[in-house]
């Protein structure tokens, strides 16, 4: 079962579009209930992690929660191996990484086997009777006879008396233009420059509940 990805929310001091630094630091302030100098540490454009560990859903509200107050944060996935602590290092060349399995001799018992002083083959092919052909029926021909005697083809009786050459250039067929399409069009109008075709319907701000939020050291 694959694990679900986590998001860590880190803050570098930059204010959301319509805000200044005075405003977005009192409502930081207000809202995770901060002093103002404690506040006015964290928009000094250090990089720091406000929230660890959210899911994509858990992240993406708190950092709308946090636009609408005026300040920007930025979603970092988490690496779940450098989050445990496992780190790749590189060994310097030469380093045996995995030793030689051993492999103890293998030990094949040949005392009952003999050698034979017979320089002949191991196995006896067995004898292939040869296949008898009946050639009574057959017959050589003389050089160049042929098999089968060649049927004449009739020659082609063909009418050329009304045919005729044109000289070389001429066209042959003329191209006809293809004829434009009858579209009726009487039923279409054009409405002016700069109208709507299909009017935007306002889209609700959602209302996302703050007070259950705090900010973790």
């Avoid at 098999?147 to 045919?163: G, I, K, N, W």
């Avoid at 001429?170 to 279409?188: G, R």
Wanted: hydrophobic share 40%; charged share 25%; net charge negative.
């Amino acid at each position: 079962m694959s694990q679900e990805t986590l998001f860590n929310v880190v803050f570098q001091g930059k204010l959301a579009p319509g805000f200044d630094r005075e405003t977005a630091m009192a409502n930081f302030a207000r809202v995770f209930k901060l002093p103002e100098a404690k506040a006015e540490t964290l928009f000094d454009g250090q990089r720091r992690t406000i929230k660890k560990n959210l899911t994509r859903e858990k992240a993406t509200l708190f950092r709308q929660r946090l636009k609408e107050l005026g300040v920007r944060v930025a979603l970092v996935k988490v690496d779940n191996e450098a989050e445990s602590g496992h780190k790749f290092t590189l060994s310097p060349p030469g380093v045996v990484l995995a030793p030689e399995v051993y492999r103890p001799p293998v030990h094949i018992d040949t005392s009952g086997l003999a050698v034979s002083d017979d320089t002949g083959p191991l196995v006896q092919k067995p004898a292939v009777p040869e296949s008898h052909i009946p050639l009574e029926n057959l017959q050589v021909l003389a050089e160049y006879e042929a098999l089968e005697p060649r049927q004449p083809v009739p020659a082609l009786e063909l009418d050329l008396s009304s045919l005729s050459i044109d000289e070389p250039g001429v066209v042959i067929v003329t191209e006809q233009p293809p004829e434009p399409p009858a579209i009726d069009v009487s039923a279409l109008q054009l409405d002016e420059k700069g109208v709507l075709i299909v009017a935007a319907e306002p889209v609700p701000e959602p209302d996302i509940p703050t007070d259950h939020l705090r900010l973790q050291d």
